[in-house]
Every structure is written in structure tokens, then in C-alpha cells.
Nanobody, 121 residues
Framework: QVQLVESGGGLVQAGGSLDLSCVPNGSILRVYTVAWYRQAPGQQRELVAQITRELVTNYQDSVKGRFTISRDNVRNIAYLRMNSLKPEDTAVYYC???????????????WGQGTQVTVSS
């Protein structure tokens, strides 16, 4: 059984920064693509950024130049550095990862429980 645990959310003023982290727990053989999604109240969940195992990244246009996704392939930890935060960045942020567990053929996609990010104006 694999679980993704996010941390680092909180309340910050506009223009501030926050760092999110995503740690998979369980018997893990390999972590492939990791992504961060967010969901604001009354809105659909949307992709914020993703990073492949080969460190190829992709960002939503609204966060380009402000957010940075990264990962540590040895410790299997993924990060989201958020700078110049805006009130419209307020949402629950979710980590998702394609994980091959020990003894498992292929990978499955797992989701974390989410962490709240609130940006005040």
C-alpha cells in the first residue's frame, strides 16, 4: 500500500512564498511522473505542474515563472516552490504520483490528501 503525504501549506500574504513537499510512504520500487494539482472552491481540479523521472517539467501558464517543481529521485520526494503568490492561487493543492510498488507489475496513480494554501490580499 502506497500513500502520498503532502505538507507545507498554510496562510501567506500576497507576494509571499510557500514550499510544498510530497513524500510517498510504503514499499516503493520506483516513482515515475509526479504532478501537483489544485482545486479552488467551486472550481474543477486543475494541473499546476508536473515533472517526469527524467526531470522534464510542464507548468500551467498562470504559474510559469513563479512556481518551480522539483524532485529527489533518491529519496522519492517531490517539491513545489511557490513564489509571488496571488490570492487566485488559493486552493487545496494535491500531489499525485505514478508509483510502482515492490512486487507490483507496472505502476498505479496515487493521490495525496491535499494541503490548503491560502493567499491573503
Amino acid at each position: 500500500q502506497v500513500q502520498l503525504v503532502e505538507s507545507g501549506g498554510g496562510l501567506v500574504q500576497a507576494g509571499g512564498s510557500l514550499d510544498l513537499s510530497c513524500v510517498p510512504n510504503g514499499s516503493i520500487l520506483r516513482v515515475y511522473t509526479v504532478a501537483w494539482y489544485r482545486q479552488a472552491p467551486g472550481q474543477q481540479r486543475e494541473l499546476v505542474a508536473q515533472i517526469t523521472r527524467e526531470l522534464v517539467t510542464n507548468y500551467q501558464d498562470s504559474v510559469k515563472g513563479r512556481f518551480t517543481i522539483s524532485r529527489d529521485n533518491v529519496r522519492n520526494i517531490a517539491y513545489l516552490r511557490m513564489n509571488s503568490l496571488k490570492p487566485e492561487d488559493t486552493a487545496v493543492y494535491y500531489c499525485t504520483a505514478d508509483v510502482q510498488a515492490t512486487g507490483q507489475e507496472g505502476y498505479r496513480t496515487y493521490w495525496g490528501q491535499g494541503t490548503q494554501v491560502t493567499v491573503s490580499s
